[in-house]
Structure formats: C-alpha cells, structure tokens
C-alpha cells in the first residue's frame, strides 16, 4: 500500500462504493492503516464534503456514476491525475495547438504545461481556462450554456464556436472505457461537445486513471478507433492494457517519477512492444 496520504483517501472512495456502511475497523484493515489513522482521513474526506461519518463507520455522500461538483471531484484519485497530467505533457511541444475537455485530469494537465511556450489552447472549461493564464499563450473559448456542476460550455452555441476551428491534438476526458471498446461519458450534452472537439483535431489523446479502465458507461462518446493514445496510471490491468493496445492505441502509463509506453506494434513474440518515453 502507498504510504501517501493522498492516494490513500482516493483508496477509501470506492471501497464505501455500493455499501450503505463501512465500519471503520474493517476499513483500516483493508487498507493497512491504524483506527487512528483512517478516522484522520474520513474527517478530511468529510470535510470535502465527499463521505459522512457515521457511529463508528462511514458512508459515501453520491451515488456510484454520479457527476461531482469539480472541486471535490478534483480531489478524487488526485496523485494519479497529476501522474498522468506530467506523462501527457510531454505530448505537447512548443507552439502546439490543442483542444482540451471539460475535466479535472485535463485541468491538472493544463497546469502541468506551464513551462511549454507559445501555445494556442482551445477549452470549453472554466477551470482549464484558469489554468492556461499564460502572457504567451492564446486562449480560446466558445460560447454556449454553462454547467453548474463542471462549469463547461455545452449546447449548440458551443459547438458551432468549433465549426472552424483546426488543431493539432485534443487531450479528452471520459468517464469510463468499456470492453466493449468505446469511450462513455455521463449526459447527452457532454457527449454532443465532445464530438464537436474530436472532430477539430488531427490527434487525440485521452486522459484518465485507472479506475475508468474497463468499466461500465452509461452514454456512448466514441469508440476507441477514435483515439491514438491513452494516458492512464499504473495501476490498470495489465490485461486491459493489453486488450487496449490490441486496437491498435499506443497506452502511455505513468506512474510517481516514472513513465513507460505501450505500443501496438507487434514484436516476433507476438506481443505489444515495450518502451520508456
């Protein structure tokens, strides 16, 4: 188990997944930590307003699938966000245009460009738009509807802001990657804007840890021809990987100071070459 605080808590969010409650012994237990200790985090993770304390346990504060606010969902998952935000901007070079979607992954990896120079950044989100505040980047947002919980651009209106638009790589956000080989999100109108981005860019990369991989959807974004590279953290399935590069997709996992790279060419063993980036 990891000794960091931060990864620790993102453990607890889904071991409280589709329980009504979890003790906090057995919580502890689970995670290798003291009563002591655990009763630490659930007070923070509360605090966020993420859990509520019971007598003796805790309990999730959404439902499992459920859109968060952005500022508690930012704190989901947070280290493995940031490795994956650092392993994506090497993607990124000076003078690139990029699209970047609605997310907190995508937010974190704007942040991780800020030594890049020169760049043009396309964003229906608020929050990347804070964090591309750069005197020699040029910043682009369409108009349109915003959503409260996201504070991202969405609705015809936006999407006809795109109609002209051309440019290098869009770095998209999704909420699940099924085996079924598509890329989902959670409402109709998240789903419309971003195919109207997937449609302005040569390339795309899609962002997002390890908990997506290999899980149910509920809306269908784009299947995952759609994509050329995914960024995901280390711990994913190596089988799901696997079934991932098999389409096709180079697979960029990131880990704490560490980055190695999948891709779909086959070596004389038959399997998915290996390489450091």
Partial sequence: MRSSVGARRSEILPLLSGAEAI??????????????????????????????????????????????????????????????????????????????????TTAAFVRALRLKRDLKVVTNSLWVVQAAEREDWTVLCPGGVVRNKSL?????????????????????????LCQDGWFYSLDSFSVSMKQAMLACASRVVALGDSSKIMKEGLIRL???????????????????????????????????????????EKSRTGLPTEAQI
Avoid: C
């Fill in 23 to 104: 003790r906090v012994s057995d919580l502890a237990a689970q995670l290798g930590v003291s009563p002591v200790t655990l009763r630490r985090d659930l007070r923070a993770l509360e605090e966020q307003g993420l859990i509520k304390r019971t007598h003796g346990g805790a309990v999730l504060l959404y439902e499992q699938g459920e859109e968060l606010p952005y500022e508690l969902a930012r704190e989901v998952r947070k280290e493995q966000k940031e490795w994956i935000a650092q392993a994506a901007s090497r993607l990124v070079a000076h003078g690139d245009s990029i699209i970047v979607d609605a997310g907190t």
């Fill in 152 to 176: 991202a651009f969405v609705g015809p209106d936006a999407e006809q802001g795109l109609a002209n638009l051309r440019v290098g790589k869009m770095f998209l956000a999704f909420n699940a």
């Fill in 222 to 264: 784009a299947p995952l021809s759609a994509v050329d590279t995914l960024v995901t953290d280390e711990e994913a399935t190596e089988a799901g990987l696997a079934a991932i590069v098999e389409h096709g997709i180079t697979v960029v996992i990131a880990g704490p100071g560490r980055v190695r790279r999948l891709e779909p």
